[in-house]
């Protein structure tokens, strides 16, 4: 790979000869072209790359990268991209999946695979609904939600996939906006540097079923109040010129309060965005920070530094064969008790 | 040691063969001192099968029915194939001990017990109303041994606390055996010495040589015995069981294929001593992952093969239902691996620890819609090794997936394994496609011989594709709703599984090529039915036998050979599953003989089921 000339390679050259089959208007779209758009930039060889998904309509996206893909199980994919890793750690492996297919059927090997920190990334397209069959409640569904199967309105209570992931011990979250491209793109990049498991949970619109949901910071009019960025080092402030406002924590609650244009907002007492505390009780108060109460975070919410899986894995079979010697399959037979007749 | 003058002060007897039953509390190491046994028994140069049968409990109240753990070993100086219907001679630690097992010893058989634990609250624990003793004096030999108290004086002085040295009673029992069956001692205390240090080491050596001594100069034992070593094929022997084997297999092929292998497995009995044994060879490069749940082991295990590995997956009946929405996608996708089947009895939890056939229709049909998988049988303990490197090369060649269905019976059984030359095991190094000789790369082109498709691996430039559990389109691999693709699909796997009977060796008849009787077994009832078989030849019967390790496909001399006999006897350990297929398949009317009672075949079950088939009027 490294002795040939270096060929400039476009987003032309991850988009497949498949005819992408979402319904119009989909926020699936603008997701794939961020990650076509954003795949030449990481240095990684195209035959490298593994995109893996479960069921449901995000999970159709391998199909559409000219990488290596595999469209596996309801809810599995984690596992498949699990025994891939494990065995190739030098692969790039995504994972594509969808609130149902990660967090309802797959909830577990999701789990798993995060708190594993196998070094793949995890992208979550979260449009609080089953579409592929056909409009039911999803496990991130809000409760009273009136659907094909809750006629009368849920009564589950939902899941955020960014506490769960926490939950787990991610090594690394962020959550991203569908057609928020330039935000989105900044998000995968991180994802793809950082070695570990990556959990990106991206706000996704479904037209069909569920259209809307994320209006409030889908629309760039609204974001700038809606949407709270997260950015290492600055302080929580969001809003437009003349009505700045911040999170400020008392006794570990938040609260908004008002900025004028010319405040220094940490003077002020504004939370100072940090992605590596080592506890992660931050990172959970702003998972829960929702509207309409707050904005909605979107960034890094956690970045630190854990050994992955893989690599602990193959040390062990480094260090085995130079403790002692590749192994050979005559003296395994012959160990131990034998007898000659 | 003075083993060999005490052969002088005793009458030595010789006899032919000797079957030993171990049964204690599942604390008290039966599982341990029959397994050393066995070993120095395999050292002796006896031919010899084993059968540990212990709860699935880890340590039942003591004292207890429920808690009694047992090991028999059956040898002898001439081929045997099972570890023998009835004891000779049962050890029994405890009363419960005595009581789960002496209905089992052959009448006049030998009772050895451990008379210190015979109190009456021992008694009352294990459900005896009254002494039983006296009554088992009229029917057996009884020798009673007070084992815990002998122990006890041979280990004095030892800085060990009480419950430590009653541990060791066990090993004071297996040197009086030892002594009573002319058994060196050497390899075991070879092994308690990689196995113990200190006095733990010294208090159990101490009391193996004190039980050999004791042997020699009780009055309990009048005569020692002597097993003259077996006529075996000559070479290299080992003991070895199933399990280890299923585990020395898997790594043997990583050797032997050249390419890293990949174990995904989630705990379950009694599958998991494979996973077990796998983890420690990572010096071969083989690499074990314990997975969330059945589900993730078998999709973990799937990944690795996209991925180019040697994959394989473990588990027993409920697991590996678990497991059966993976294998159809891995049927799909079309990618090499091996899923093993260590089938117990069931349905649901079952009884973990015992042995059935059960799985077999589940294997084959088990999946929904239309999805052939390969299935090999092992039949020995020492089978399980050959048998995972030949899944291995069907599934690589055939790019399928393929089932192993071992059995809880050969998974904990030992036999003494003829250890291959491995300089003369085949050596079939992966080829995995490139993009030079492939041209234009297509996912689903298929070898016109096989019908595989190429195994690409991420990796390899120029081969980028995407599978999935979509219908295929033929040659390219894309997504296709078109009714004749998919009817043609359907037809192209079911070809291409059926099309691996091509390289099958024809199945080989023990006994006449025609006749009267055919008995027909698959898997881990070879031990059984090959010895119910020589006796009711010694009777005179004239009847034949065949055993199938391959289940699908089968062999394609199979249907022609059924129909040379006028009757087919079919002996399975579940409800009648290979008897079903072979019905269907070749409208012959088999004669299913099943047991489901978790427990394997008895000779006398089955020559009494061909005696009587014998008698029958033909049809």
């Not at chain 2, 609250?121 to 003793?133: F, V, W």
Request: some cysteine; proline content about 6%.
């Amino acid at each position: 790979m490294a002795a040939q000339p270096a060929v400039k390679i476009s987003r032309k050259d991850f988009v497949s000869d498949q005819d992408v089959r979402w319904c119009p208007g989909c926020g699936d779209y603008s997701i794939l072209a961020n990650v076509q758009r954003v795949m030449p930039d990481l240095g990684v060889p195209r035959e490298n790359v593994v995109f893996v998904s479960g069921i449901g309509c995000s999970s159709r996206f391998p199909y559409y990268m000219n990488t290596y893909g595999f469209h596996t199980i309801h809810g599995r994919a984690p596992a498949f991209a699990t025994g891939i890793k494990a065995s190739r750690p030098e692969l790039s492996v995504w994972i594509v999946t969808g609130d149902g297919d990660g967090l309802s059927i797959g909830g577990n090997h999701l789990l798993h695979t995060i708190r594993r920190n196998i070094d793949t990334q995890i992208l979550l397209f979260n449009n609080q609904i089953y579409g592929l069959t056909k409009g039911q409640y999803s496990p991130t569904s809000e409760v009273g939600i009136k659907t094909k199967s809750t006629p009368q309105g849920s009564i589950d209570h939902p899941v955020d996939p960014i506490a769960f992931a926490l939950g787990c011990g991610a090594t690394f979250i962020a959550r991203t906006i569908d057609v928020d491209a330039k935000h989105m793109q900044l998000i995968l990049k991180r994802a793809h540097e950082h070695k570990g498991t990556a959990f990106i949970e991206i706000l996704q619109n479904c037209p069909v079923f569920n259209d809307g949901i994320w209006e409030a910071v889908e629309n760039r009019k609204s974001r700038t109040t809606a949407a709270l960025v997260l950015e290492h080092g600055e302080p929580l402030v969001f809003g437009q010129q003349g009505h700045r406002q911040g999170i400020v924590f008392k006794d570990g609650i938040p609260s908004v309060i008002d900025l004028a244009d010319d405040d220094d907002p940490i003077e002020r007492g504004v939370v100072v965005h940090d992605e590596r505390p080592n506890a992660s009780s931050y990172a959970g108060v702003l998972a829960s920070l929702r509207r309409p109460d707050f904005p909605i975070p979107v960034g890094v919410f956690r970045a630190v530094e854990k050994p992955t899986y893989e690599e602990m894995l193959q040390a062990q079979v480094d260090s085995a064969i130079a403790d002692r010697g590749r192994g050979d399959l005559k003296a395994l037979l012959h160990s131990g008790d034998t007898w000659t007749i | 040691m003075t083993a060999s003058k005490s052969r002088l002060k005793k009458h030595s007897e010789r006899v032919e063969r000797v079957a030993i039953r171990f049964a204690g509390d599942s604390g008290d190491g039966m599982q341990l001192t029959g397994a050393r046994f066995s070993d120095e028994t395999a050292l002796a140069g006896n031919d010899l099968s084993t059968f540990p049968d212990f709860p699935a409990e880890i340590r039942a109240p003591a004292g207890t029915m429920a808690g009694v753990s047992g090991f028999q070993i059956h040898f002898s100086s001439h081929d045997i194939h099972t570890p023998a219907d009835q004891p000779d001679v049962l050890i029994a630690f405890n009363p419960a001990a005595l009581r789960a097992n002496v209905d089992d010893v052959r009448p006049k058989g030998m009772l050895i017990i451990n008379i210190d634990s015979f109190n009456q609250k021992a008694l009352t624990r294990a459900g005896y109303d009254g002494d039983p003793l006296p009554d088992l004096r009229d029917r057996y030999q009884l020798v009673e041994v007070p084992f815990t108290s002998l122990n006890r004086e041979a280990l004095q002085g030892l800085d060990l606390s009480q419950r430590e040295i009653d541990r060791c009673k066990n090993f004071f029992a297996l040197g009086m055996l030892c002594w009573l069956y002319g058994r060196q001692m050497e390899a075991t205390e070879r092994w308690l010495g990689g196995k113990f240090k200190g006095d733990i080491l010294e208090g159990n050596v101490r009391t193996l040589r004190a039980g050999h001594a004791f042997g020699e100069t009780t009055e309990l034992f009048p005569v020692s015995f002597e097993v003259p070593a077996a006529k075996i094929e000559p070479g290299t022997y080992r003991n070895i069981t199933g399990n280890q084997a299923l585990a020395w297999g898997i790594v043997a092929a990583g050797v032997q294929m050249e390419r890293g292998v990949f174990l995904g497995a989630y705990p379950i009995t009694p599958a998991s001593e494979v996973l077990h044994e796998v983890a420690r060879y990572r010096h071969f490069g083989v690499k074990t992952f314990q997975a969330e749940d059945e589900m993730a082991a078998a999709s973990s295990t799937i990944g690795a093969a996209f991925a180019g590995q040697l994959a394989v997956t473990i588990s027993s009946g409920p697991g590996f239902v678990l497991k059966q929405e993976a294998l159809a996608l891995a049927s799909m996708v079309e990618l090499p691996l091996v899923a093993i089947n260590v089938q117990r009895a069931g349905p649901s939890t079952g009884s973990p620890t015992k042995t059935e056939q059960g799985d077999l229709l589940a294997a084959l049909f088990g999946r929904h819609s239309q999805s052939p998988i390969p299935i090999l049988a092992p039949c020995t303990p020492g089978d399980c090794f050959h048998i995972i490197l030949e899944a291995f090369r069907i599934a690589v060649r055939y790019m399928t997936p393929v089932i192993v269905l071992s059995d809880g019976y050969i998974a904990n059984s030992s036999e003494p394994w003829l250890i291959p030359d491995v300089d003369a095991l085949d050596r079939d190094p992966i080829r995995f496609a490139s993009a030079q000789d492939v041209g234009e790369f297509q996912p689903y082109a298929r070898d016109p011989e096989t019908l595989a498709r190429p195994w690409a691996i991420p990796g390899t430039k120029g081969l980028e594709h995407r599978i999935g559990g979509l219908t295929k389109q033929d040659i390219t691999g894309n997504v296709s709703y078109e009714a004749d693709n998919h009817r043609k699909m359907n037809q192209l796997r079911k070809d291409k599984i059926a099309g691996i009977a091509k390289q099958f060796a024809p199945i080989e008849i023990d006994g006449p090529v025609e006749g009267e009787i055919l008995i027909v077994g698959w898997g881990g009832t070879l031990g059984s039915i090959t010895a119910a078989v020589e006796a009711v030849r010694e009777d005179g019967l004239s009847v034949s036998r065949i055993h199938l390790r391959h289940l699908n496909p089968f062999p394609k001399n199979l249907g022609e050979i059924l129909g040379r006999f006028e009757k087919v006897l079919l002996p399975e350990l579940s409800d009648g599953h290979l008897a079903l297929l072979l019905r269907a398949r070749f409208l012959i009317d088999i004669r299913s003989l099943t047991k489901i009672e978790g427990q394997p075949f008895k000779i006398s079950e089955l020559t009494e089921a061909i005696r009587e088939l014998h008698s029958s009027s033909t049809a």
